[in-house]
C-alpha cells in the first residue's frame, strides 16, 4: 500500500505550490479508500481574518498547529452560496467556532472523529485546528502541507479504482469530481524530519501505531494503514542510528541515547526491531481485510525477517499467499507458525485446506491431460 510505505500514496510531487503554480495531483487516503486530488487552480493569496497571527511566508510542517477552513463547492453555486448552504446546518455552539481565536499558539486541535462517510473529514465551513502529520484528514492536510499561511487553494477530488460512493448532502454532477477549496488562515512553526532529534521522531512513530490501533478497531482500515505507514516512514529515517547502536552495543548506545537526546525516552535495539516488525504485520493484516494480497505478502515477508518468532505475521504471510495461490510458501508459512505454536488450530487448518486445494488440482489437472491422450 501507500507511497509512504506501501498503500497510501504521497503528492506525485514534494515541491510546494507557487502562485504560478502547474496544474498539480496526487493521492490520498480516506477512510473509505484512495482518491485522487488535483488542483484546479494557482494558489492564491487569501483574505486572513481578524486574528490571523502567523507570518504569511511562514510554511507548515510536522507538529505545526494550522488553523484551516474547507469548503466544497456545488455545482450552479458560487463559493460563498456554497459556505451558507453548509453553515446553515450548524448547530449555533458550531457557529460560534467561525470565529478564529487571537493567538493559535495558545490553541488545542480541533476534536472530532473521523467519519467512514467523508473524504474531507473536517467540519465544513468552520475554522478548524489540525495538528499537521497526524493524519486525521489526509486530504486537507496534503493540500495544507504545500501553503503558505493566509493561502487558499481550489481542488477536485474523485475517487480511485472501486472506491465505495460517499455520501454528502449535495452531491455533484454525476462523474464529476467533489470541488472544494482549502483556506490556511494561519499556523505555527513545526519541524522537517531532518530537523527533529531521534527521541522526537521516536514519539511520532508510538502515536502513529497507537492511532493505528484505534481506527482499526473502529473500522477504519484505509487509515489504520495510512497509521502504519507514517511510522514507519519515520522509523526509515532512524534506522542509521540502531544500526550504529547495534555495533557499538548497548550500555554504549543507551549512554549516547542520553547524551544527544537529555531525558528523552529511546527504545533498545531489540525494541525498535519488534516495532517495525509489528507495524509491518499490522499493514499485512489492514491489506489483506482491503483485498491486497501482493501487497500483504510483502509487508508480512517483511515482519518475519526482523522477527521469525512473530507467530502472527507467519499467519497473515500463509493468509497472504494463499490469496495469490502461492501453495507452497502458504505451506512453509503455516508449518512456521506450527514450530512457533504446535497446537495452533489456524495454522492446522490451513494446512489442512491447502492439501485439500492441490489435492483438487491435481485430480483436474489429471483429467485435463486423460482427454488430451484418450
Given at each position: ?354 492439501a485439500s486445494r492441490e489435492k483438487e488440482t491435481n485430480t483436474q489437472l489429471g483429467l485435463r491431460l486423460s482427454k488430451m491422450f484418450s
Open positions: 500500500m501507500d507511497g509512504r510505505t506501501d498503500h497510501t500514496v504521497r503528492p506525485l510531487t514534494d515541491c510546494r505550490f507557487s502562485a504560478d503554480a502547474d496544474d498539480t495531483s496526487w493521492v490520498s487516503v480516506c477512510p473509505r479508500g484512495l482518491w485522487k486530488v488535483q488542483q484546479k487552480s494557482s494558489v492564491r493569496q487569501a483574505a486572513c481574518p481578524s486574528g490571523g497571527d502567523a507570518s504569511p511566508t511562514l510554511w507548515p510542517s510536522l507538529g505545526s498547529l494550522c488553523r484551516v477552513r474547507v469548503c466544497l463547492e456545488f455545482a450552479g453555486e458560487k463559493h460563498e452560496s456554497a459556505r451558507e448552504h453548509q453553515t446553515e446546518r450548524l448547530t449555533p455552539s458550531e457557529k460560534g467556532r467561525d470565529r478564529p481565536v487571537d493567538d493559535i499558539t495558545k490553541a488545542m486541535p480541533t476534536a472530532f472523529p473521523r467519519c467512514l462517510e467523508s473524504v474531507l473529514q473536517v467540519p465544513l465551513g468552520n475554522w478548524t485546528v489540525l495538528r499537521l502529520g497526524e493524519g486525521q484528514c489526509d486530504v486537507t492536510e496534503s493540500c495544507v502541507e504545500r501553503m503558505r499561511a493566509g493561502e487558499k487553494c481550489e481542488i477536485l477530488i474523485s475517487p480511485i479504482g472501486n472506491a465505495p460512493e460517499v455520501p454528502i448532502s449535495h452531491p455533484p454532477v454525476e462523474n464529476e469530481p467533489l470541488q472544494a477549496t482549502v483556506e490556511l488562515q494561519t499556523c505555527t512553526p513545526g519541524k522537517e524530519s531532518w530537523e527533529m532529534s531521534t527521541g522526537e521522531k521516536w514519539e511520532w512513530v508510538k502515536s502513529h501505531k497507537e492511532r493505528g490501533g484505534v481506527r482499526f478497531r473502529g473500522g477504519d482500515l484505509w487509515g489504520a494503514a495510512d497509521s502504519y505507514s507514517r511510522a514507519l516512514k519515520l522509523l526509515i529515517t532512524i534506522q542509521r542510528h540502531f544500526k550504529e547502536a547495534s555495533v557499538k552495543g548497548q550500555e554504549e548506545e543507551q549512554r549516547d541515547w542520553n547524551a544527544g537526546d537529555g531525558a528523552q525516552s529511546l527504545p533498545s535495539v531489540a525494541e525498535y526491531k519488534t516495532t517495525k516488525a509489528e507495524l509491518h504485520s499490522n499493514l499485512s493484516l489492514c491489506q489483506l481485510k482491503l483485498n491486497l494480497p501482493e501487497r500483504a505478502r510483502n509487508s508480512a515477508a517483511r515482519a518475519t525477517e526482523l522477527d521469525p518468532a512473530g507467530a502472527k505475521a507467519w499467519y497473515r504471510l500463509g493468509q497472504a499467499c494463499q490469496m495469490v495461490n502461492d501453495l507452497e510458501e502458504a505451506r512453509q508459512a503455516f508449518r512456521k507458525l506450527l514450530e512457533l505454536q504446535p497446537d495452533s488450530p489456524a495454522a492446522l487448518k490451513a494446512l489442512k485446506n491447502i
